[in-house]
């Protein structure tokens, strides 16, 4: 879309206002509801589906496939980054009442990061086209270490600091309890960090990391700055509800990795395909409406498999549990 300044600082100040209101909801610590949760992910999907339609007024259908293609890959994306915000609280031992204060800064850092990245995949693809090659083979050697990753189904039980985080720890040193919402305080004559600022730090820093893979994915669905911000923005600013709404479901999603896995690879062929075409390859490309499908798919199936493939492990645990107490009786009355 041919967007001009005046739309893209329209947009950002709609932005910037809309997580003014998230925050001034959020703003005194309390634990989030499921039923508070539901609701503000309810809205933020409808604003999501409500600007997808501004797109279509304004570009047409093809921007607007592009942005939706976008927004559900991201916000696929962002339920598997979940898994670690949930390892990152338990490690810092977060009190639920900051939970979502914790989540709210983060996400806006990772936002604010996230357009510095986007701003260079923009120029890189602008001034160098054989980087769809690089971004492509990046996505299918991404999907294929999440394939392997998942059949060795270990999952890392305690969130490992970066260096980086250890170093600013170690620069500012860090208090030993909580002191509210408080990111600096005085101590013993030294001004240093609380582990809110270090948790907030951390969840910042991790999605930086997984920017590394979403931001080429989404490069790979569409090539406009202007809907790969977008997406981005509505996809991690519903996160904060959506990790008190479905942080229970997260375990039962066993398929998410295989999920991610295809349509990440997927993309990463789409994007090949599209640097071969760009070099004068004559190759079928793959079009927005088949890719946005085609996501959608993967999606649906790898939520039923996993729902399925979570409520037989329970019903074995269940058997188990009552085949050990069986024994337990039978012990004791012997």
């Known amino acids: 879309m041919n967007v001009s300044l005046t739309v893209w600082l329209l947009t950002v100040a709609a932005l ?25 992910t309810v809205v933020w999907v409808v604003l999501a589906c409500l600007f997808g339609l501004g797109v279509y007024f304004y570009g047409g259908g093809g921007p607007t496939g592009e942005f939706f293609a976008g927004y559900i890959t991201e916000k696929s994306l962002s ?18 009442q900051y939970q979502q204060r ?40 991404t999907a294929w270490k999440l394939i392997q990753d998942a059949r060795k189904e ?18 500012f040193g860090v208090a030993d309890r909580y002191h509210g919402t408080k990111l600096w305080i005085e101590q013993n004559g030294k001004r240093v960090m609380t582990p809110m600022l270090v948790v907030m730090l951390a969840i910042g820093s991790t999605d930086v990391l997984f920017a590394l893979d979403s931001i080429p994915a989404i490069y790979g669905l569409t ?11 509505f996809a991690l600013m519903g996160l904060r509800q959506l990790y008190f709404l479905i942080g229970g479901l997260l375990k039962k999603l066993v398929h998410l ?11 990463g062929v789409k994007l090949v395909l599209h640097a071969l075409h760009e070099s004068g390859v004559h190759v079928p490309e793959i079009s927005i409406p088949f ?25 074995q645990e269940r058997q188990a549990a009552q085949e050990r107490e069986d024994a337990a009786d039978a012990g004791r009355a012997l």
């Open 154 to 171: 270990e999952h890392e039980e305690e969130y490992q600091e970066n260096k980086l985080l250890k170093m600013v720890e170690k620069r």
């Open 257 to 267: 990795s295989y999920g991610l896995s295809i349509i990440l690879g997927f993309i």
């Open 223 to 233: 090539q406009d700055p202007y809907i790969v911000f977008t997406a981005n923005a």
């Open 291 to 315: 890719s946005l499908g085609f996501i959608v798919l993967v999606l649906a199936v790898t939520t039923i498999t996993s729902l399925r493939a979570s409520k037989k492990q329970e019903k």
């Open 102 to 141: 914790v989540l709210m800064v983060g996400v806006l850092v990772a936002l604010v990061l996230r357009a510095g990245f986007i701003a260079a995949g923009a120029a890189i693809i602008s001034a160098f086209s054989w980087v769809f090659y690089l971004f492509g083979a990046f996505l299918i050697w």
């Open 79 to 96: 339920v598997d980054n979940l898994f670690v915000f949930v390892l990152i609280m338990g490690k810092f031992a977060v009190p639920s």
């Open 16 to 40: 910037c206002a809309l997580v003014a209101v998230d925050f001034f909801v959020g703003r005194k610590p309390h634990d989030v509801s499921v039923k508070e949760a539901g609701t503000w």
